[in-house]
């Protein structure tokens, strides 16, 4: 079974800033499509945070992060990132990557169509 790996996660306090990282096995990354970060709150499902073509031509704030949360990715090193600035205690949440196949991904982020998925990581945010 393949999983995607994040980077760890941490904690900061509000207004700060923190990145994540996670790694796609190369033997996959030419295969995808699309590559995507989700976070999950507690007590709350799991939602899309920001979604990105592999050839970077199209990018979707699925959440209402815009301005505040940047996706991108480095296909040299089979990485997506995700920049996440001004953070605000409801930020605090378990945040997945995730990959799928399909040249085409709704920009509303649905977890169908995808195939692969990280084990998540913690991302804290102290008011």
């Known amino acids: 079974q393949v999983h995607l790996q994040e980077s760890v996660g941490g904690s900061v306090q509000a207004g700060g800033s923190l990145s994540l990282s996670c790694t796609v096995p190369?033997?996959?990354?030419?295969?995808?499509?699309?590559l995507a970060w989700f976070r999950q709150a507690p007590e709350k499902q799991r939602e899309g945070v920001a979604a990105m073509s592999t050839d970077a031509a199209n990018i979707y704030n699925c959440d209402d992060v815009k301005g505040r949360f940047t996706i991108s990715l480095d296909s040299d090193k089979n990485q997506v990132y995700l920049q996440m600035n001004n953070m605000k205690p409801e930020d605090t949440a378990v945040y997945y990557c995730a990959a799928g196949h399909d040249t085409f991904y709704d920009r509303l982020c649905p977890e169908m169509g995808l195939n692969y998925w990280g084990q998540g990581t913690q991302v804290t945010v102290s008011s």
């Open positions: 190369p033997f996959i990354y030419g295969t995808l499509g699309y």
